[in-house]
């Protein structure tokens, strides 16, 4: 067991607070309040994100059949995760967890008990990945990459790696994206992810959507294609507040 240091702040558990998680510490707090005294909108983007997950997820899991979900780059699984998400659809789904934060793995064995797999592997290494998954690659798989690409500082490098875990899937496997961008309110969210990254081991880097749109080079856009979050099929009778524009751009893809 990892032993934790709860007096430094931690990007999974200040994620998890954003969300109204209970997995975080007064340090995770205070970092979390700071970053959005500079950039209110972190709350929304954070929970508008993890509501595209939702809809995104059970409409693979519901619409279009899939059964296998391979999400990296998870962080601490919380409320409304992908495999609850999954199995409140289809109960015998498969959902494989990709992390190599000692502290989310740790997390994560406490509290899944049996309901997904959880690889430790690096997004770097995405043949690591493919190879220790444990997936059928005679079916489709969802993969998922939400809120991870953007700490690879390079796009070419960031694009090879969504290509390399995406290369070895079927025919009718999907990608399911979303990342920070710098589009809306740019500058304000740029200052706090420049205060974020001078003090963090792990820097993320906003985006363009222009850029966004290399990770999805070769695969089929499901309609909307790349937009806002909160504008991804929303539910019906979805709120204004929820249909809010962030910066934070998704979408999800079919490999043909």
Known sequence: MTQLDTGVPHSARVWNHWLGGTDNFAADRAAGDEFARLYPDIVTVA?????FLKRAVTF??????????LDVGTGIPSAEHTHQIVRAVTPRAQVVYVDND?????????VLAGEAVYLDADLREPGSIIASSGLDFDSPVALILTNILGHIPDLDEAVTVVHSLMFPLPAGS????????NVLD?????????MWNANAPLPYHLRHPDELARFLDGLELVPPGLVPCARWRPWPG????ELRETDEFAAVARKP
């Open 47 to 51: 929970r508008s994100s993890r509501a």
């Open 60 to 69: 693979l899991a519901a619409e279009v059949g899939v059964r296998q979900f």
């Open 102 to 110: 000692p502290l989310v793995l740790d997390h994560a064995h406490e």
């Open 174 to 181: 999907y990608l399911v994206t979303a990342d920070g961008t």
């Open 186 to 194: 740019g500058a304000a969210f740029e200052a706090a992810i420049a």
């Open 238 to 241: 979805a709120t204004a507040d």
